[in-house]
């Protein structure tokens, strides 16, 4: 085949994908028999894109098995393969002048394991290393497989179809250590040391660091391939520079992608995008129209249409690009009444374009998500990521998003550099602490920021067995011992109607002792049944049991240069996301607005998403009801229809005040009032997504 020829839609590089919101991803994993586009038809194909009108369409030429679905020279085609499908959307997509990427699979490949058992990531004893619980077959990028596979494969792709982008799967979560001859030569070459076995080793950072930097050098290696041919192709990976990788970019990534879970994914929509919109370049959250089918093996089935809709509300309400994952059948035909659910979906993100592009998050709460602590953890990449780190953002999120808190999660360069123009600083978790990051906090704080710590953040161990805080000074603690579980001094009625008893702070508390911080609250001891309906039982006599308080602060206040440092010395967010018990969540909410009130204030309204961004001329406020309208459980994950929801009382901080003020999208009228820095509006009802948009005279 030769190259085509056909112009290009991008006349400035990236432009393409910077102008889209909407975008469709096709995935079809192709196996040895499929029937690789036996039922293609280019004139449905062309009316259903028409239809649905997507900024990009994507398409897979090789999946996790190994086979390729177009008629490869250097791969393996399908078997069963019929018709060359990536042909077919090249040429459909050039024709409707819809920029085309393709979906390759580039580490995880099973049949490749099975042909060549040299190029698979390698155990210590030799074996195929286990990177989760489906793949023991990620090839290594040291070995011979780039130049003698990949690269070739990806050079033929480019010269046959001249795509718009590559997205690559299969890879950075695929990236763990590997002892086969490659590796081992050369870390032996880079630091004169032995591969370590054991990750209490010494040298295991050392060893851990080498694979990651092999990967940053993979995906180098991949680029200059690809653009030696077709300069103007932008190159994505799945995953890659998101929580899995919280590192600075490379120069060899052109947008971030990353497909969610099938279900229950707004919570991890949501950390995903307040961190990705921070690492420098534009980028979308992938969600599938189908839900988990209902046995192992069993196909997926579809999900609603407002359940999409609420997915694709979260990602663009924090300024992403929307991509809708949809899989044809195994003869490559496309279901029609799926796309009739595509176009609506296409239509909510267009119309909400004006709130998506060229905005950004206005600072107010900053959490930090760091490398240091990230690494210390797990060293490597890791697609089933887990443990204390991970645990402790991801339920600090839950409970900011659902309390209605806007924030933004950050990585440790960021995070230094953008500090200062934050009302809040929160530490979940993060232990250790780069250097850098105690020194700007500390600075932060004694300029007058607001600095909240929670659980064992900032602690590392002094000798063999003594723990200390790094941040001592500005927490005004110092660590004593473990406590194990114990409860807020505060009644649950107080904090959340209908609740009652004291309110758990987790298995994992600690006891500090003051130096110059001030107690506000005390730790209580943890009896199995510490609760009662009666609200007017003593909090010492719940069900006669005795709750005695403990000698242990549960929440510091330390006045340190002009500013002041809050401390809990549990782990909140990890007991949450284990947990979801409501009473902490608002515990935490009411201590957040007590140190700075927030931006936007919903008058006692929760799980509403809000997030507040700005373009020049406007304030953007998003609010994304977060309710299922269904009890959600493990074995029901889809969302039948959410619930209409209102009035809700919206105040928003606004120093100026505004010209005009509007519903969006559709430019709604509203009333509002404006008095002293505040502006105030009624959503007279919130569906799925609304924003309350001020405007102002542009400079």
């Known amino acids: 085949m030769k190259k085509s020829t056909g112009k290009k839609v991008a006349k400035k590089r990236g432009e393409w994908y910077e102008k889209s919101v909407f975008n469709l991803h096709?995935?079809?994993?192709?196996?040895?028999?499929?029937?690789?586009?036996?039922?293609?038809?280019?004139?449905?194909?062309?009316?259903?894109?028409?239809?649905?009108?997507?900024?990009?369409?994507?398409?897979?030429?090789?999946?996790?098995?190994?086979?390729?679905?177009?008629?490869?020279?250097?791969?393996?085609?399908?078997?069963?393969?019929?018709?060359?499908?990536?042909r077919i959307y090249r040429d459909v997509t050039r024709e409707l002048e819809i920029p085309f990427s393709i979906y390759h699979c580039g580490l995880w490949d099973e049949l490749l394991a099975k042909l060549h058992p040299e190029w698979v990531r390698q155990a210590p004893d030799g074996q195929p290393q286990q990177v989760s619980k489906t793949n023991n077959c990620s090839m290594c990028t040291n070995t011979s497989f780039l130049d003698k596979h990949l690269l070739p494969i990806l050079r033929e792709l480019t010269e046959w179809y001249d795509p718009d982008g590559f997205w690559l799967d299969g890879d950075v979560w695929s990236v763990v250590p590997c002892y086969c001859p490659a590796c081992r030569r050369m870390f032996r070459d880079l630091t004169g040391l032995e591969a370590p076995i054991d990750k209490a080793d010494p040298n295991w950072p050392l060893w851990a660091k080498f694979h990651r930097d092999s990967y940053v050098d993979y995906l180098r290696r991949r680029a200059e391939a690809i653009w030696e041919i077709s300069p103007d192709?932008?190159?994505?990976?799945?995953?890659?520079?998101?929580?899995?990788?919280?590192?600075?970019?490379?120069?060899?990534?052109?947008?971030?992608?990353?497909?969610?879970?099938?279900?229950?994914?707004?919570?991890?929509?949501?950390?995903?995008?307040?961190?990705?919109?921070?690492?420098?370049?534009?980028?979308?959250?992938?969600?599938?129209?189908?839900?988990?089918?209902?046995?192992?093996?069993?196909?997926?089935?579809?999900?609603?249409?407002?359940?999409?809709?609420?997915?694709?509300?979260?990602?663009?309400?924090?300024?992403?690009?929307?991509?809708?994952?949809?899989?044809?059948?195994?003869?490559?035909?496309?279901?029609?009444?799926?796309?009739r659910t595509l176009r609506e979906l296409g239509r909510f993100a267009r119309a909400r374009r004006r709130l998506v592009l060229n905005t950004t998050s206005v600072p107010w709460v900053a959490v930090l998500y760091g490398q240091t602590a990230h690494y210390a953890q797990d060293h490597t990449y890791s697609f089933e990521n887990g443990g204390p780190v991970w645990d402790a953002l991801h339920g600090l999120g839950a409970m900011l998003d659902e309390e209605g808190i806007h924030f933004d999660i950050l990585n440790e360069e960021r995070f230094c550099e953008r500090l200062p123009l934050y009302r809040v600083a929160i530490l979940a978790g993060q232990a250790p602490l780069a250097p850098e990051v105690v020194e700007a906090v500390r600075e932060y704080v004694r300029n007058g920021g607001r600095l909240l710590v929670i659980g064992k953040t900032a602690m590392e161990r002094k000798g063999k067995s003594r723990e200390r805080f790094v941040l001592g000074d500005v927490l005004g603690v110092k660590f004593v011992k473990p406590l194990g579980p114990c409860c807020l001094g505060e009644p649950a009625e107080k904090i959340i109607k209908g609740f009652y008893g004291v309110i758990p702070a987790g298995p994992e508390c600690q006891m500090v002792k003051p130096t110059s911080a001030r107690s506000l609250v005390a730790f209580w001891d943890?009896?199995?049944?510490?609760?009662?309906?009666?609200?007017?039982?003593?909090?010492?006599?719940?069900?006669?049991?005795?709750?005695?308080?403990?000698?242990?602060?549960a929440l510091t206040e330390n006045r340190f240069g002009k500013g002041r440092c809050y401390f809990v010395p549990a782990d909140l967010g990890g007991f949450y996301q284990a947990q979801g018990y409501p009473p902490v969540r608002a515990w935490l909410g009411q201590l957040v607005r007590k140190i700075a009130p927030p931006i936007v204030d919903l008058g006692g309204e929760k799980h509403i998403e809000v997030t507040v961004r700005e373009a020049p001329g406007r304030l953007i406020v998003n609010l994304v009801n977060l309710l299922p309208g269904k009890e959600l459980r493990g074995n029901a994950s889809f969302v039948e229809q959410v619930p209409r929801r209102g009035p809700v009382p919206v105040q928003i901080e606004c120093p100026v005040r505004p010209a005009a003020v509007t519903l969006e999208p559709g430019k709604q009228e509203i009333k509002w009032s404006w008095a002293k820095g505040q502006l105030k509006v009624t959503v007279p009802e919130l569906h799925i997504h609304v924003a309350v948009v001020a405007h102002f005279p542009r400079d």
């Open 26 to 86: 096709l995935d079809h994993h192709a196996y040895e028999t499929s029937p690789i586009g036996a039922d293609a038809d280019p004139k449905k194909i062309k009316r259903l894109l028409e239809l649905v009108r997507p900024g990009m369409v994507q398409y897979d030429s090789k999946s996790h098995a190994g086979y390729a679905s177009y008629p490869t020279k250097i791969g393996h085609p399908a078997k069963g393969l019929k018709k060359d499908i990536i």
């Open 233 to 339: 192709c932008l190159l994505c990976s799945n995953y890659a520079y998101a929580l899995l990788q919280p590192d600075e970019v490379c120069d060899y990534v052109d947008w971030f992608s990353q497909d969610t879970a099938t279900s229950f994914a707004p919570r991890h929509i949501s950390i995903e995008a307040r961190f990705l919109q921070w690492q420098g370049r534009p980028f979308e959250i992938m969600t599938w129209n189908m839900g988990p089918g209902f046995s192992p093996g069993s196909p997926p089935r579809y999900k609603s249409t407002e359940h999409l809709l609420q997915e694709g509300a979260l990602t663009l309400a924090n300024g992403g690009r929307w991509s809708v994952w949809d899989s044809p059948t195994w003869a490559d035909d496309l279901y029609e009444p799926a796309y």
């Open 526 to 553: 943890n009896p199995q049944e510490a609760r009662t309906r009666n609200p007017g039982v003593p909090l010492t006599e719940l069900q006669g049991m005795t709750v005695t308080e403990l000698a242990a602060p």
